[in-house]
Each structure stands twice: as structure tokens, then as C-alpha cells.
């Protein structure tokens, strides 16, 4: 994002290895995996348990998402969510520039890939989508400005009534408490996570209330809640993999 723009980023790495194909911003660290027999299969644990926005938003109109990567939530989303349109804002033309390795839908009236800044786009888009995914990040990890409250006042703002928000974030991150609490704040509360569902990577749902009154993504976030509050929590590690059967076998495709 702009401030990290003052020198050129690392060059991308592909590497292919048997039926695995990976997508690295810096040696060792895979942004993105996938398998070249399966494109549409999610292998990253993380990647998993962003879907269960589907438990808060189950049949979204639009869906946001920042950073695009190897694609997995984009690829995944367009199969098995048919009448859902997708937009994935990409600041790197480079990034772009390998969907065809990743095997990426091409952009059509349901798909769109912008080359963007998304701390301007989404400031300039009110109310825009149902549910958005946050996953912008560069070879030195998330850049603050992803993390600020300016942007994620605006991601409330660009959200719908009954929406949701989803962050992928470290919990070794120096400021993750920071912006825990900062999305705690502007979304009054309306926070949780799946506890211990994709080791250090904290998968935060944040809801944007109804209007008129509480609707299934608050519920869904105080069901999260009550389950941790009273020892549940292991029952949130089930919910990535049971999610995803639900949503291939809603959409009649099972062969990812």
C-alpha cells in the first residue's frame, strides 16, 4: 500500500513441485498454494476458515476482497457460490499477471480484478458488499495502513447492513492487539474469532448490524462468543471443514 511504496518489492516466486504449485513474496514465506489436479480445492488451513463467513452471510450479492494471491478464495467463492458477484482489489500488476498459472476465472459479468489501491477504492464505495475479506499482504507482512482505523472505519462504511467483515491476521503481529481493538471500537463489539483453527493466524469476523434489528451475522457472533465462554471452542475447529461441505454440496460440486 502507499506506505510501502518507497522501493520496488521483492520479485514474485512460483515454484512447482509435483502437483503443488506455490506462490512465495520472499524464499519460505508461501502466500498461496495450490493443487495443479484440484485448482479449486483450498489447502491452507487460514484460507479454510475465512469461508465460514458463509455461518454469518450464506448466499452474498457482492463480495469484496483485498489482495488477491494465488487466487484460492476467489476461484473457490466463484465455484461454489454461483449467484454471487466478486470483486478483488490488487495493487501489484505482477500479482495479476500470473492468474493463468493459478488458473483463475477470467473477469466476466460475476468476476472483476482490479490493479487498485484499496485504501482509495474502498473509501470510495459506500455500502458496496455483503461481506469483505481482508487479506492484503506484501513480503514484510501487513502493511500498517490495512490495520489503521481510518481504513477500517471506511470498510464498515462499505459494508451493508448485515454484513461482515474478515481479517487474516497474526497473533505475533506487534500491533495485533492494536487492531483488534481498534475493530472492536468502530464495529461497537461485533467481534470474534474461531479459536485455534489456523495456528497463528487469527481469522477475525467483524458484523455490521441490521438496521432494524439484530440479523444472522450478530448472532452468529454472539453464538461464537457463548460457545468459547462456555469451554466449546474445540467445536470451532470443525466448523472450516464441515462449512466447506456444505457449500459444495449445495452447489452440486463435490470434485474439488
Not at 54 to 69: A, E, K, Y
Not at 218 to 235: A, E
Request: proline share 7%; with cysteine.
Amino acid at each position: 500500500m502507499p506506505d510501502r511504496q518507497s522501493s520496488p518489492p521483492l520479485p514474485l516466486r512460483v515454484l512447482t513441485d509435483g502437483d503443488r504449485r506455490r506462490l512465495e513474496f520472499r524464499p519460505g514465506m508461501i502466500q498461496s498454494e495450490m493443487l495443479l489436479s484440484r485448482p479449486n480445492h483450498l489447502l491452507l488451513r487460514y484460507v479454510r476458515a475465512m469461508m465460514c463467513f458463509t455461518l454469518f452471510v450464506p448466499r452474498p450479492r457482492h463480495i469484496l476482497m483485498v489482495g488477491l494471491g494465488g487466487g484460492s478464495l476467489l476461484k473457490f467463492c466463484h465455484r461454489h457460490l454461483p449467484d454471487t458477484r466478486i470483486t478483488v482489489l490488487e495493487l501489484r500488476a505482477d500479482v495479476i499477471a500470473l492468474r493463468e498459472q493459478f488458473k483463475l476465472p477470467a473477469d466476466d459479468a460475476r468476476v472483476r480484478i482490479i490493479e487498485t489501491d484499496a485504501l482509495s477504492y474502498i473509501a470510495r464505495h459506500p455500502a458496496c458488499a455483503d461481506v469483505l475479506l481482508l487479506d492484503g499482504y506484501d513480503a514484510d507482512g501487513l502493511p500498517p495502513a490495512l490495520g489503521s482505523a481510518r481504513f477500517y472505519a471506511d470498510c464498515h462504511r462499505a459494508l451493508l447492513p448485515g454484513g461482515v467483515l474478515v481479517a487474516n491476521l497474526f497473533s505475533y503481529d506487534p500491533h495485533y492487539r492494536a487492531m483488534l481493538a481498534r475493530l472492536m471500537q468502530i464495529f461497537h463489539g461485533a467481534v470474534c474469532h474461531f479459536h485455534g483453527i489456523a495456528g497463528n493466524n487469527r481469522i477475525i469476523f467483524a458484523a455490521r448490524p441490521e438496521c432494524a434489528a439484530p440479523g444472522r451475522a450478530m448472532r452468529v457472533t454472539r453464538l461464537v462468543r457463548w460457545r468459547r465462554l462456555l469451554g466449546m471452542g474445540f467445536l470451532n475447529r470443525l466448523l472450516p471443514g464441515w462449512q466447506l461441505w456444505r457449500l459444495r454440496g449445495r452447489s452440486g460440486r463435490n470434485d474439488d
